[in-house]
């Protein structure tokens, strides 16, 4: 069971899972200047060169885990893979629904365990070889086939049966069973006539010999580890080319450090993960040419919880507690957590409670539930939820099992996220 508290600013965040989960806070830009994620959208403030070049200079306070598509797992690093590759499908930024991105059109068989997907003729690798249906093909075979590349995007080929290129235009992926994401596969294509050549996946971290070769809007041309990242323009890309020359990811060891280059100059852009606490939103508020961004936002925070793991083979590995397993308590935990204060105190308003995994700004997807569905805040239930599991209270007044030991949780939170580590301590109290 899980709630959430959706940003009221697109903050880029990571994937958790179950429980809880509350956002906000803003995004701080300079006037005029537009999300990384549109590269093809209206011209920002940007520093423009003595040869008249412009380039968008972008702060981030999180680090890129790897350059290679196969291994990443960080938003930053798997938010440049989006401007480097192409996918098969795209989202429209209105509603969230599946536009042609590599492929130009999709189409099931009637039982849906087959996928047709047609593809554009017109896009083409940095290198100027065309990008065809083989790559495609090969990109998904070898995740398929390869422990090492299936690291970042494996769970979306578990379930693939065959994928084959009977032409440089066409797709085609026969599945075990129906799967609902075939529209929205979030793996990007790579040139197989660069990675083929490429050996241990599990090691290749894609960030040694610049220019990569691509096919997404930008083109990666320098990093430096915990440092920066830089792009150039692909004038070739098949949308057009992008309202501006280079971009650059600048890092910075937290927020503090971004706001204070955003005011020197030193930057444009101030993107949001972690998300700008309310504080040092306010600070920026009437900056001069500074603009900041408060508004509904496609992400959430979420507290996960671990009951324990096992292998494939049945092993128990980790150090989960087993009291979570129990749906009472996973019930009682949701119950005993005061959203409304999470909201109020930690992000002072910027932020509203949501249902689901989906925040509310999905109005076509976001779910509601009922009032005999919804687990609302009440302490005086969970308590009883905890005393129907077995977990009473002894003469100290703590919780404890039939084993007779007390019921405590860990809480882990993100050191460099100071709205993670807020919410943390009211958690504790509770």
């Known amino acids: 069971m899980v709630t959430r508290v959706s940003s009221r600013t697109p903050r880029p ?58 291994l990443a797992q960080r938003l930053l690093s798997t938010s440049i893979h989006r401007l480097m590759y192409d996918y098969l499908t795209n989202y429209d930024a209105k509603d969230n629904k599946a536009i042609p991105g590599l492929a130009t059109a999709w189409e099931p068989s009637a039982d849906k365990l087959t996928w047709t997907y047609t593809i554009r003729p017109d896009s083409k690798w940095s290198d100027g070889q065309q990008a065809t249906a083989e790559d495609a093909a090969w990109t998904f075979n070898k995740m398929m086939t ?132 309310p504080a040092q939103s306010a600070s920026l508020e009437n900056a001069p040419d500074i603009k900041v961004n408060d508004a509904p936002g496609r992400r959430f925070f979420a507290l996960a919880v671990n009951p324990g793991a096992r292998t494939k083979d049945g092993r128990k590995f980790g150090d989960g507690h087993p009291a979570l397993l129990d749906q009472k308590v996973r019930h009682a935990l949701f119950m005993a957590v005061d959203r409304r204060t999470i909201i109020d105190k930690v992000f002072q308003g910027h932020a509203v409670e949501g249902e689901g995994y989906i925040p509310p700004r999905f ?37 404890v099992g039939k084993d007779g030991k007390p019921l405590n949780f860990r809480i882990l939170c993100h050191a460099t996220d100071p709205n993670d580590k807020a919410i943390g301590k009211y958690l504790q109290e509770w």
């Not at 965040?13 to 209206?42: E, F, I, K, Q, Y």
């Open 363 to 399: 109005s076509d997807y976001f779910w509601k539930p009922s009032a005999g569905q919804k687990l609302a805040y009440d302490p005086a239930k969970a308590a009883a939820l905890l005393d129907e599991a077995g977990y009473r209270r002894n003469g100290a007044g703590k919780r």
């Open 13 to 70: 965040g990571r994937r958790l899972r179950t429980l809880l989960a509350s956002g906000a806070a803003a995004l701080a830009l300079t006037a005029g200047a537009v999300v990384p994620g549109n590269p093809l959208g209206p011209a920002p403030s940007e520093a423009r060169a003595d040869d008249g070049r412009t380039t968008l200079t972008v702060a981030v306070a999180q680090s890129v885990d790897s350059l290679s598509p196969f």
């Open 146 to 277: 390869d422990e090492g590349a299936a690291t970042s995007n494996g769970s979306f080929v578990g379930n693939f049966e065959k994928v084959t290129a009977p032409s440089k235009d066409k797709l085609v992926i026969r599945l075990k069973e129906p799967q609902a994401t075939m529209a929205a596969l979030d793996v990007p294509i790579v040139p197989r006539h660069v990675w083929e050549k490429v050996g241990d996946f599990s090691k290749f971290n894609n960030d040694k010999d610049f220019p990569v070769v691509g096919n997404g809007p930008f083109i990666l041309t320098d990093y430096k580890v915990d440092s920066f990242v830089k792009l150039k323009a692909n004038k070739d890309f098949w949308r057009g080319s992008p309202k501006f020359d280079e971009l650059v990811f600048r890092y910075y060891k937290d927020q503090d450090a971004a706001v204070a280059a955003l005011r020197k100059g030193e930057v444009s852009f101030v993107a949001g993960s972690p998300s700008l606490t």
